[in-house]
């Protein structure tokens, strides 16, 4: 197993018409990577900047996430060492307090075989409560304990907040976040895109 058979899955998933007919803007599924990454980032799902575009974290949310990590845009796009896998592939759609849930279909469809293919991943950074109820066994009930027990998952997996302007607040009345976790996750994510493939530096 390598690149060539990660190429023929992506090829698969960018074709995936699964959940069409609940697509307002219909498919487009957006996903990122290379079977030598390093770091996986699992967000919640694409918005229309994103649908638009074709390129993941193309918004204000993910210029902060990128502020988190400390990284240019040259880095964070490097598919050779971070690979990019939203929950849901395609936007969902607008709902009445912004975009709607990823789709259901798209996690158990595709997630298991992607992650197949990336056995080099060191860190999973799962950004919001959709992708954290999912990869995260005993997570406490909100978000913010969530966040808050991070040590207890890293560093395989490390729960964030959704970067999204809407959660200024959330940071603002949570500052340990940016004083306690962005610092460890900076300098691990660090570490990792410094290693090759096989984990060495």
């Not at 990823?102 to 992607?114: G, L």
């Not at 949570?174 to 976790?181: A, M």
């Not at 300098?187 to 895109?193: C, G, S």
């Amino acid at each position: 197993m390598g690149q060539p058979e990660l190429d023929a899955l992506f090829r698969q998933i960018r074709a995936c018409t699964l959940c069409k007919q609940h697509l307002p803007l219909g498919p487009r599924p957006v996903i990122r990577g290379n079977a030598s990454a390093r770091l996986l980032i699992i967000g919640q799902a694409p918005g229309t900047r994103v649908h638009e575009t074709g390129i993941p974290w193309n918004d204000p949310s993910g210029d902060r996430l990128r502020q988190w990590l400390d990284l240019d845009k040259d880095t964070f796009y490097d598919e050779s060492k971070i690979a990019i896998m939203p929950m849901g592939l395609c936007y969902p759609g607008k709902g009445k307090s912004g975009d709607l849930p990823p789709r259901p279909e798209c996690q158990p469809q595709w997630h298991p075989k992607v992650l197949n293919l990336l056995p080099h991943i060191g860190m999973t950074l799962l950004v919001g409560d959709y992708a954290q109820r999912c990869y995260l066994d005993g997570r406490p009930k909100t978000l913010t304990e969530t966040v808050r027990s991070w040590q207890q998952w890293a560093p395989a997996y490390l729960p964030l907040p959704h970067p999204s302007p809407r959660n200024t607040l959330w940071l603002r009345r949570n500052p340990w976040f940016e004083e306690e976790v962005v610092p460890y996750m900076r300098e691990k994510v660090n570490a990792f895109l410094k290693s090759d493939d096989t984990g060495n530096r």
